[in-house]
């Protein structure tokens, strides 16, 4: 892996995105969803490496269909959202095993940067800074929501129609982040720093805060630490993210 400087504006934009997202996953107790979701990019990535395009492409397109089946079935059956992404995750999963194969599927569970073009960079930052202004314009909506969707309702909020545009939200955070760690590891980037900031902060605000502050330093030391070792990003990032969780609970244990 060489320096590439695409690849580390686009990991610093995902890495924001992540820290916002993760915030109110964590709130949501979304944690494992996470994981399972990011999961749900299987089938895809290795559709497309049979149709010989972009496995990320067809990892996106998977990730975007399974939440809004998600969004949909969680809307007709009242069933716990949790239950139903491990139901979609364990039939992707199925799946996306049976049509995989070869190094890129390697590259796609783990993670591998290789060369960004300015397009690919581009459009990811694009996607980020998208999230990033859903999650801090929709803030104080999402929290009502998760307390009370009762009077969420009552004060106009369409419930129903910001769970699908947060579960959106949240599998495209999971779409930025499968270039750099891999079907496996990018779940770990969006609960890891929100983890961190939770142990932390004192309010909503300063969760976000650390939560975008720990995720970008640690997708930023982890490239560099990948640069440096000669070693898979996704890995070194997830390592240094789970560093900064350890050093927060010595922190509180010394209060």
């Known amino acids: 892996m060489t320096f590439d400087p695409n690849a580390v504006a686009l990991s610093i934009g995902a890495g924001a995105a992540a820290g916002l997202v993760g915030c109110f996953a964590v709130m949501r107790r979304m944690t494992l969803a996470a994981d399972a979701i990011s999961h749900i990019a299987l089938p895809g990535i290795g559709l497309a490496i049979l149709l010989r395009i972009h496995p990320i492409l067809g990892g996106v397109a998977t990730l975007l269909v399974g939440t809004l089946l998600v969004w949909g079935i969680e809307s007709r059956t009242r069933l716990a959202t949790e239950t139903i992404i491990g139901v979609v995750f364990s039939t992707a999963l199925a799946v996306g095993s049976l049509i995989t194969s070869g190094d890129q599927l390697i590259e796609a569970l783990f993670g591998g940067v290789g060369h960004l073009t300015t ?70 980037l969006v609960i890891i720093p929100a983890a961190t900031a939770k142990r932390l902060a004192r309010n909503l605000r300063g969760m976000l805060v650390i939560s975008v502050a720990a995720s970008i330093a640690s997708t930023t030391l982890g490239t560099w630490l990948s640069l440096a070792l000669h070693r898979p990003p996704g890995s070194m990032i997830v390592l240094v993210a789970a560093g900064f969780f350890l050093l927060s609970l010595l922190r509180r244990s010394g209060k």
């Open 119 to 188: 397009l690919e960079a581009t459009l990811g930052l694009f996607l980020s800074l998208g999230v990033v202004v859903f999650v801090v314009w929709h803030r104080h909506r999402l929290v009502l929501a998760l307390v009370s969707p009762e009077i969420a309702h009552t004060t106009g909020i369409n419930v129903r129609r910001l769970n699908l545009f947060f579960l959106l939200v949240f599998a495209l955070t999971i779409a930025l982040g499968l270039r750099y760690l891999g079907v496996l590891l990018v779940g770990s």
